[in-house]
């Protein structure tokens, strides 16, 4: 009678021979299903994945060992991103209680509403077998339109903060962070944040060490935490603080209806003379006067950049009325917005 090998050990053929056993599979560690939505955006999917692919194999040797993830579809269809990129799924929707995570990965934001309806009732089963949900870019309006959000903070773009809450009246976007990891709903607007919501779930489930590699080799410096700031490219100010770069983009979100430096203060848990003493180490200057150069800065872009009356610009911009924007406008530009607006015209035209 032939020998049983033990599980992992040598085995032992018919004739004697002893040979090596095969190296036992590792089960993964973890297991994400990806949904990707009708032209969506290509950057975040790939950020997200590349860093569960390089944490999941020594070195860049993309085998998926520790993780493994799939693209899933109910047709098994090509998926075209906004870009044109064109993805192929790998498994058809079956019994979302086999992944970890499921991730949403949204894109341009007319197509939201245009999901196969077998999406949302994967989603719905997911959600009921208590699978965390996770929602990139526009995948959060996604998960919104599931019904999946209700009671829930949800992540979304500085971008696209006016449009959440045009679709979804009474819900209160969070647009100044990276992320946000909700009890089982984990959301980001997409873009680099993908990759930091990524590392953040590596290192939960493999360890930091696993996160840091992942990130170091896409050349991110370092894992960030979900209250980081988001960067936004129409700051003027530069400054690593995170108090004063939250109150910026919350003044950017609210142009044309100002808040106040003690409502910013307050939305950021602290007291307005600690804010103000946080704008005047980073930056030199008091928090009144920094948003009151955003408006402005965003006012004379508005006056070069398009052919809309003063008055509108006013409006968008949050002064009360034509006469405030022109005041404001000639004190810290030396000229009136007619004035410049019709220099900048003759230049442009030689």
């Known amino acids: 009678m032939c020998d049983v090998p033990a599980r992992g050990g040598t ?3 018919e004739a004697g021979t002893r040979k090596p056993a095969r190296p036992e599979k590792q089960v993964p560690r973890l297991s994400v299903g990806f949904i990707l939505a009708r032209h969506f955006t290509l950057n975040a999917f790939a950020n997200f994945v590349d860093v569960l692919r390089l944490a999941a194999d020594e070195g860049d040797r993309s085998r998926p060992i520790r993780f493994e993830w799939s693209v899933l579809s109910d047709t098994m269809s090509p998926i075209a991103s906004s870009s ?4 192929a799924p790998s498994e058809r929707l079956g019994d979302p209680g086999k ?3 499921i991730v ?3 894109g341009l934001i007319d197509e939201v509403p245009k999901l196969s309806p077998a999406y949302s009732r994967y989603l719905q089963r997911a959600a009921a077998a208590r699978v965390p949900l996770v929602g990139v870019c526009t995948g959060a309006f996604i998960l919104h339109h599931a019904g999946l959000m209700d009671g829930y903070r949800c992540c979304v773009s500085w971008f696209h903060h006016t449009d959440f809450l045009e679709q979804f009246d009474g819900l209160q976007p969070v647009s100044d962070q990276i992320f946000i990891v909700d009890r089982d709903r984990l959301t980001c607007p997409g873009g680099a944040s993908a990759a930091h919501l990524a590392a953040f779930l590596v290192e939960r489930h493999l360890g930091k060490a696993a996160a840091t590699k992942s990130l ?7 894992a960030e935490v979900g209250e980081a700031p988001q960067p936004s490219p129409t700051l003027d ?9 939250k109150a910026l983009l919350l003044v950017q979100q609210s142009l044309d209806a100002p808040l106040s430096v003690g ?3 307050r939305h950021l848990g602290i007291t307005k003379r600690r804010l103000e003493r946080h ?4 930056l030199a200057t008091s928090p009144r006067a920094a948003f009151m150069e955003m408006r402005l800065s965003l006012a004379r872009h508005m006056v070069e950049t398009s052919n809309k009356s003063f008055a509108k610009i006013a409006m968008e911009c949050g002064f009360s009325d034509s006469a405030h924007f022109s005041r404001r406008f000639r004190q810290r530009f030396t000229t009136t917005p007619s004035e410049f607006r019709k220099e900048w015209l003759e230049r442009q035209n030689g």
């Open 11 to 13: 085995g032992v053929s």
């Open 84 to 87: 044109g990129v064109v993805v």
């Open 99 to 101: 992944f970890d995570y």
């Open 104 to 106: 949403v990965v949204g």
């Open 216 to 222: 170091h080799i896409m050349m991110i410096n370092g």
């Open 237 to 245: 100010f530069n400054t690593s603080d995170p108090f004063v770069r």
């Open 263 to 265: 409502q910013i203060a």
């Open 279 to 282: 704008f005047e180490s980073a």
